[in-house]
T-cell receptor
Framework: NAGVTQTPKFQVLKTGQSMTLQCAQD?????MSWYRQDPGMGLRLIHY???????DQGEVPNGYNVSRSTTEDFPLRLLSAAPSQTSVYFC???????????FGPGTRLTVL | SQKIEQNSEALNIQEGKTATLTCNYT??????LQWYRQDPGRGPVFLLL?????KEKRKERLKVTFDTTLKQSLFHITASQPADSATYLC???????????FGKGTSLLVTP
């Protein structure tokens, strides 16, 4: 099993550009989440999904969209990138409520 | 509001000693608490989960305690090694229960 994979590893955007951060898992987990990690702020929940077709907002959802068309994939879309979205983004999945979360390797995004 | 607090100051200890990290929380009634390890440039990795009805849990050199009255968890690494140097994150389930809220983490440095 590859676990949780994320692409790209690094990305530089200009303000106003759009992009999609990809996340996939091959463990057949129903629950997936996106977090961002900033120095001094820790990991903060952006959006999460409890299954295909079901998503909800976390602590910091503004500026981000998600969809979940399959169990395996949970992409995160930035519609109009802003410098405040410069961060490291982690995708995670979990098999059951309260279970071990498996994290991807992260995407380091810089918005100029 | 809900808060998870970990000592923001780095903990420096000598190899062979026991490292003790603290996690305090407010405005939670958690069913469980989790600890993760994060190395630079990588995603968090799950270490231990302790449930509200468990006072203590052990895994090899790791020990976690959970005091729901004090609203505190202690994370111990006995016989510490330089390879234990990392950031350790405490996590509680989010309001939805499907994702986690994290503390900001404590950096541990074990010197030979």
């Amino acid at each position: 099993n590859a676990g949780v994979t994320q692409t790209p590893k690094f990305q530089v955007l200009k303000t106003g550009q759009s992009m999609t951060l990809q996340c996939a898992q091959d463990m057949n987990h129903e629950y997936m989440s996106w977090y961002r990690q900033d120095p001094g702020m820790g990991l903060r929940l952006i959006h999460y999904s409890v299954g295909a077709g079901i998503t909800d907002q976390g602590e910091v959802p503004n500026g981000y969209n998600v969809s979940r068309s399959t169990t395996e994939d949970f992409p995160l879309r930035l519609l109009s990138a802003a410098p405040s979205q410069t961060s490291v983004y982690f995708c995670a999945s979990v098999k059951e409520l309260g279970g071990e979360q498996f994290f991807g390797p992260g995407t380091r995004l810089t918005v100029l | 509001s809900q808060k998870i607090e970990q000592n923001s100051e780095a903990l420096n200890i000598q190899e062979g000693k026991t490292a003790t990290l603290t996690c305090n929380y407010t405005n939670y009634s958690p069913a469980y608490l989790q600890w993760y390890r994060q190395d630079p440039g990588r995603g968090p990795v799950f270490l231990l989960l302790i449930r509200e009805n468990e006072k203590e849990k052990r895994k090899e050199r790791l020990k976690v305690t959970f005091d729901t009255t004090l609203k505190q968890s202690l994370f111990h690494i006995t016989a510490s090694q330089p390879a234990d140097s990392a950031t350790y994150l405490c996590a509680l389930h989010s309001n939805s229960g499907y994702a986690l809220n994290f503390g900001k983490g404590t950096s541990l440095l074990v010197t030979p």
